[in-house]
């Protein structure tokens, strides 16, 4: 294509649970792709560096530190994204809670608090975010799922019920947006090496008895097919690919990358 027609317009991103791991490294290299970022944490440190980060790379952005179980919250934050710069073309909604807890001994409190991110935020960020997109007849939303779904595990089980409730709102959301030629997908990683999952597997190795951790974490890896841990901005590409160069036909999709965990 001739460089002179070429759409060198920056797109607009807004990308929650940013102030660490995948969320940062998502934002990141959507900064290098030539977008404006926006990014969202309730840890206003963290988003700190990833704004740093960000700088690094030229592009614009945009430090939003706000808790999205509020209500309100995230559609204050796509607002903030629309007065900047006009729009949002791309939300990748990142943000996530979870707390290993046995089944039979689950409280309000975690149910609630796991629900209300993982579920009632994201589905009021694609909300605020898609009427926005209709308008413009276009746009791109990405929901982080997980294996995790679509798997019986009692000691998670707050954490999985919320990410079946993610992948139902990414195929309604889908359907609901597709006369406007918005695409909305969601991508399910497999074990990653962040903050969120070391937490979360030490809790669950103590959970189960396990004393010895990097033996309970080494047992874990040798079950993934491929053999290893997936890294941060492997996944984060995946992610970037779906924001940027999945093909327009490609919508209601569950993009799987868990290293042969995750087999449908």
């Given amino acids: 294509m001739p ?3 070429l759409d060198t317009t920056p797109r607009r991103a807004l990308v929650t649970g940013a102030a660490g791991g995948l969320g940062r490294e998502v934002a990141i290299q959507l900064a290098r792709r030539n977008c ?7 840890n206003g440190e963290g988003l700190a560096e990833t704004i740093r980060r960000i700088g690094e790379t030229g592009a614009e952005s945009e430090r ?8 309100g919250a995230p559609e204050a934050a796509v607002e903030k994204v629309v ?11 990142n943000a996530g809670y979870g707390v290993i807890e046995p089944f039979l001994d689950a409280t309000y409190k975690s149910w609630t ?5 993982n579920v009632t935020a994201l589905a009021m960020a694609c909300k605020a975010a898609g009427r926005v997109m209709r308008e413009q007849r276009s746009g791109r939303i990405i929901n982080i799922t997980s294996p995790g779904s679509r798997m019986a595990l009692p000691d ?6 919320s990410k079946a409730g993610v992948d139902s709102i990414t195929r309604a959301a889908a359907v609901a947006l597709a006369p406007y030629g918005v695409l909305v997908n969601s991508l399910a990683p497999g074990m990653m090496d962040t903050e969120m999952q070391r937490s979360t597997e030490a809790d669950l190795a103590r959970a189960n008895g396990r004393n ?6 080494d047992e874990r890896t040798r079950r993934i097919p491929l053999g290893r841990r997936a890294e941060i901005a492997e996944v984060a590409e995946a992610v970037v690919w779906l924001c940027l160069d999945a093909p327009d036909y490609m919508t209601a999709e569950r993009l799987n990358m868990s290293g042969g965990l995750d087999k449908d």
């Fill in 3 to 5: 460089a002179e027609i």
């Fill in 36 to 42: 404006v970022v926006a990014v969202t944490d309730i």
């Fill in 64 to 71: 939003i530190v706000s808790d999205f179980t509020g209500e």
């Fill in 83 to 93: 007065t900047r710069w006009g729009g949002i073309d791309i939300l990748v909604n």
């Fill in 113 to 117: 608090r796991t629900l209300a991110l």
């Fill in 156 to 161: 998670y089980t707050a954490y999985t019920a």
């Fill in 212 to 217: 010895d951790l990097q033996a309970f974490l």
